[in-house]
């Protein structure tokens, strides 16, 4: 990544002293550790951040630090705002409405429409949290257990536990480092990737009793109708 770029960005974050941080509506791992692990390392460096989503952290996240603090609409007046594994402005929701253009946008996708005054896009990484945990020590800034346990979660989760065909030798290195920082793998992946709530799991069973063949095509129908019986409210929330 571009170093003069890089430099920029953190000029920016160390000289502003109130800070907006927000990701996509719907958020998964990526979006929730990126947002926490840069929300976290921003306030060690003595900053007052403000940690944003549209909805509600996923069940599966909330067992990691800060994610308790994460509100739901921005307050008063920001210095920076920092937009995390979006590929566009529109994928906040209405978390950027009637706020000024975006300061800084750090994302892995292709599709990023590069929609910041400074756009952090490495699309070779597997997860915005892979590009973060390059970051923060090319600044000079600690990562700490909290920080590295919400970018492991983050690469854990958009690989499926390393499993996706853009899986690289380097993200694994990464997750090696995040896990000398303090970040506990096993725990991670078992509440990140196995562990299920009663409702989300009574809402799979419903979608695989109509599971159908026609030659190689397989499919399964679920309906709303299904989710309200069952009471599953989305997003294990």
């Known amino acids: 990544m571009n170093a003069e770029l890089l430099e920029a960005v953190r000029h920016l974050l160390t000289t502003s002293e109130r800070l907006l941080l927000t990701t996509h509506i719907r958020p998964d791992g990526d979006a929730v550790g990126a947002l926490l692990g840069l929300g976290l390392a921003l306030e060690a460096q003595g900053k007052d951040v403000h940690m944003v989503m549209e909805d509600n952290v996923p069940q599966a996240f909330r067992h990691l630090e800060g994610s308790e603090r994460v509100e739901k609409q921005p307050l008063g007046q920001y210095e920076a705002i920092i937009v995390l594994d979006c590929g566009d402005a529109t ?54 257990p909290a920080v590295a346990a919400a970018l492991l979660t983050g690469i854990l989760t958009d690989t499926i536990g390393f499993r996706t065909s853009n899986m690289t030798p380097k993200a694994l290195r990464t997750a090696a480092r995040l896990m000398e920082a303090g970040a506990d793998l096993p725990a991670l992946y078992e509440k990140a990737l196995n562990t299920r709530s009663y409702e989300a799991v009574r809402l799979w069973g419903a979608g695989l009793s109509t599971l159908q063949r026609q030659d190689r095509l397989v499919w399964a129908t679920l309906r709303l109708d299904d989710r309200r019986a069952i009471g599953y409210p989305g997003l294990d929330d």
């Open 91 to 144: 994928r906040p929701g209405s978390v950027l409405e009637n706020l000024p253009p975006v300061d800084v946008n750090i994302d892995h996708h292709a599709t990023n429409t590069g929609f910041g005054r400074y756009n952090l896009v490495e699309t070779g990484a597997v997860a915005t949290c892979e590009i973060l945990s390059d970051i923060l020590p090319a600044w000079g800034w600690e990562i700490t």
